[in-house]
């Protein structure tokens, strides 16, 4: 079993009063609150960052000649949206 380790880090006064206030009204603790917001953006992270490899990857391989493009004309009638 893993111990939970301490972070300590310094906030605007503002921000903490939104944090006290929002832990308020949910009744959950500060450390909680705190412990998933930095869960979530890291997740978020995470994906925003896969997202990124694979937009990257496919510029490389449409920047070698390997990559077929399409007019705007094509994708409109691929998926029947020409009027």
């Not at 705190?34 to 496919?58: G, H, N, R, T």
Request: proline share 1%.
């Amino acid at each position: 079993m893993q111990t939970a380790k301490s972070i300590r880090f310094t906030a605007q006064p503002e921000l903490c009063a939104q944090i006290d206030s929002y832990c308020k009204e949910r009744g959950c603790s500060r450390n909680w609150f705190i412990e998933q917001a930095v869960s979530q953006y890291l997740l978020e992270c995470m994906e925003d960052k896969e997202d990124y490899e694979i937009a990257a990857a496919a510029l490389r391989k449409f920047e070698s000649g390997d990559g077929k493009t399409y007019s705007s004309a094509e994708l409109r009638k691929e998926f029947g949206l020409e009027g």
